[in-house]
Nanobody, 124 residues
């Protein structure tokens, strides 16, 4: 059974950091592109950062320089390192896997598998 499980969310003060993890079971992460998305209350889901199968990265403008996506193939886990967090980063964060993201990635290509989400709250 294909499954993605996120972890690492929580409450953090503005300016703080969190690292989200997304462990895969039933498939191998290195064969898929990675997407991190988020959805804040009352807002539409938006793309945060992604990595293609070949390792090319793309991030939304507001996250560039603050959020970093990575992958540990030995653990079959992907990560989103979030630094300099702001209250407007508060949202449920989701990881997703896309089989067609071979050379480049974006937020509109199909992502076949999704995690259940993890809450990130940035507040003092």
């Amino acid at each position: 059974q294909l499954r993605l499980v996120e972890s690492g969310g929580g409450l953090v003060q503005p300016g703080g950091s969190l690292r989200l993890s997304c462990a895969a079971s039933g498939f191998i992460w290195s064969y898929y592109g990675i997407g991190w998305f988020r959805q804040a209350p009352g807002k539409e889901r938006e793309g945060v950062s992604c990595m293609s199968i070949s390792g090319n990265l793309y991030s939304a403008d507001s996250m560039k320089g603050r959020f970093t996506i990575s992958r540990d193939n030995t653990k079959n886990t992907v990560y989103l390192q979030m630094n300099s967090l702001k209250p407007e980063d508060t949202a449920v964060y989701y990881c997703a896997a896309g089989r067609t993201l071979s050379k480049v990635c974006d937020f509109t290509s199909p992502y076949e598998h999704w995690g259940q989400g993890t809450q990130v709250t940035v507040s003092s």
